[in-house]
């Protein structure tokens, strides 16, 4: 079945150590995004990549990079976990702004 | 650890009544509207759409219906069961986006 993977699906780290998280699609779609969730809140964007153009939100701290090195795979770099950035990482894709489809997420803890 | 997060509205309906979750979007300009379900450790899973030209769609057991006058969308779901207890978000999209806007979301209770 043609679908959003992401692995792993719990991360522990260290405050400080860098972290990666990472996202493959079969869908071949153009649009891959990744959004942060916290408990009980809605969805927030980081940033998407429309095919190698990646776009950053206005809001979204230095400390979080992203890759996208082909049409099926996108990381997340986390530089320097802190305590808050604890959460739940989704990823999405779409073909050109249609439904977005999410992955199940990653659970990030940081000790 | 993980900041503490807002407190969701909460719809509790009994099993078999309807359901209807309601949702204030924010922008006149959006073009295509999206109702997600969420259950606990689990990606938001897509239930149903509708565009702006539109004011009423229907899917299986579930209706979305748009009022662009008071920018309103509603989510009914017919015969509510115990497997439709999650967390439902809508979200827009504005025209010419490729980002969903997404609101704050309602957890749906299903009383047995």
């Known amino acids: 079945d043609a679908m959003v993977i992401q692995n792993p699906r719990y991360q522990v780290t260290q405050f400080g150590k860098p972290v990666t998280l990472s996202c493959s699609q079969t869908?071949?779609?153009?649009?891959m995004y990744w959004y942060q969730q916290k408990s009980s809140q809605a969805p927030k964007l980081l940033f998407h990549?429309?095919?190698?153009?990646?776009?950053n939100e206005a809001d979204t701290p230095d400390n979080f990079q992203s890759r996208r090195p082909n049409t099926s795979f996108c990381f997340l770099d986390i530089r320097s976990p802190g305590l808050g950035d604890a959460a739940m990482y989704l990823c999405?894709?779409?073909?050109?702004?249609?439904?977005?489809?999410f992955g199940p997420g990653t659970r990030l803890t940081v000790l | 650890g993980e900041s503490v997060g807002l407190h969701l509205p909460t719809l509790s309906v009994q099993e078999g009544d309807n359901s209807i979750i309601n949702c204030a979007y924010s922008?006149?300009?959006?073009?295509?509207f999206i109702w997600y379900k969420q259950e606990s450790g689990k990606g938001p899973q897509f239930i149903i759409d509708?565009?702006?030209?539109?004011d009423k769609r229907q899917g299986q057991r579930v209706t979305v219906l748009l009022n662009k006058t008071v920018k309103h969308l509603s989510l009914q779901i017919a015969a509510t069961q115990p497997g439709d207890s999650a967390v439902y978000f809508c979200?827009?999209?504005?025209?010419?986006?490729?980002?969903?806007?997404f609101g704050s979301g309602t957890r749906l209770l299903v009383r047995p």
């Open positions: 922008n006149s300009a959006s073009d295509y």
């Open positions: 869908l071949n779609h153009n649009v």
């Open positions: 999405a894709t779409s073909r050109a702004g249609d439904e977005q489809f």
């Open positions: 990549y429309y095919d190698k153009d990646f776009n």
């Open positions: 509708i565009r702006s030209n539109m």
């Open positions: 979200a827009e999209r504005m025209d010419s986006s490729y980002k969903l806007i």
